[in-house]
C-alpha cells in the first residue's frame, strides 16, 4: 500500500486546511485509514481515524474543528481542519490498516507540513 498525502502548508490562526491521502497499491481489506501528527518535540499522536464503515474518531484536542471523511470510489481520506490554532501546527501524517489473513499491517504516507502561524 502507498500512501500519498498532500495538502498542508502555512495558515494563520483561525483559518482552514485541508489535507488528502491517496491509497493506491493493494489497498483491499484497508480497514482503517486515518491522520497522525507529530508537533515539535512531541510523538506522534492520532488525530483521527475513520473505519471502512464509515465510523470516525477523534483526538479530543480537535474534536468539533476536524472532520475526517473517506472516498471509497477514490480510495482517498481527507481531513478538513477548521479554526486552526498554533499548537496544531506539526507534520501530519496520513495511516492506513489492512488485514492479510488474519494479521495487521500498518502503513503511512509522508509527512505533509501544516504550520499555523499566530
Known amino acids: 500500500v502507498q500512501l500519498q498525502a498532500s495538502g498542508g502548508g502555512l495558515v494563520q490562526t483561525g483559518g482552514s486546511l485541508r489535507l488528502s491521502c491517496a491509497a493506491s497499491?493493494?489497498?483491499?481489506?484497508?480497514?482503517?485509514m486515518g491522520w497522525y501528527r507529530q508537533r515539535p518535540g512531541n510523538q506522534r499522536e492520532l488525530v483521527a481515524i475513520i473505519t471502512s464503515g464509515g465510523s470516525t474518531n477523534y483526538a479530543d484536542s480537535v474534536k468539533g474543528r476536524f472532520t475526517i471523511s473517506r472516498d471509497n470510489a477514490k480510495n482517498t481520506v481527507y481531513l478538513q481542519m477548521n479554526s486552526l490554532k498554533p499548537e496544531d501546527t506539526a507534520v501530519y501524517y496520513c495511516?492506513?490498516?489492512?488485514?492479510?489473513?488474519?494479521?495487521?499491517?500498518?502503513?503511512w504516507g509522508q509527512g505533509t507540513l501544516v504550520t499555523v502561524s499566530s
Open positions: 495511516n492506513a490498516d489492512k488485514v492479510d489473513f488474519g494479521v495487521r499491517y500498518h502503513y
Open positions: 497499491g493493494s489497498i483491499f481489506n484497508i480497514v482503517i
